[in-house]
């Protein structure tokens, strides 16, 4: 967690100590939700925040111009989700929107994390 947005590390450095001072670790990292790059600098001895992913599964209710309700196959608790901004995922959603016999086939995984939800991957039940 950067700035209260969970994000995905991609690169760690890792500096020596000086004179009266500890080593300090710079974390490049790029937001899930919003991919925006973010970097920390932290003393090596303290800790970070890491969010809980909740993952499940789940069939998709309707999609709408900007959202997605899909329904959690355990609980049956209905959750909207915002579009991924991922190219292969939006040609996806765009051809289950105009089919809609196909969409009833289509189930997703999604991922809960720092009070937000975001679909992972579809997979077809055939």
């Known amino acids: 967690m950067v700035e209260n947005e969970a994000c995905v590390i991609k690169n760690t450095e890792r500096s020596k100590s000086g004179k009266h001072g500890h080593a300090k670790v710079r974390i490049t990292c790029v937001g899930v939700f919003d991919d ?23 069939q ?6 900007t959202t997605i309700n899909i329904m959690d196959l355990e609980s049956y608790e209905s959750i909207d989700v915002t579009w991924p901004k991922n190219d292969d995922m939006i040609k996806k959603i765009t051809e289950l929107k105009q089919n809609p016999s196909e969409m009833s086939q289509t189930q997703v995984e999604y991922w809960n994390l720092a009070g937000k939800t975001l679909i992972n991957r579809f997979f077809t039940n055939k």
């Open 36 to 58: 925006n790059k973010r970097s920390l600098t932290i003393p090596s001895g303290h800790m970070v925040e890491v969010p809980e992913i909740l993952k499940g599964n789940a």
């Open 60 to 65: 998709i209710n309707f999609i709408e111009e």
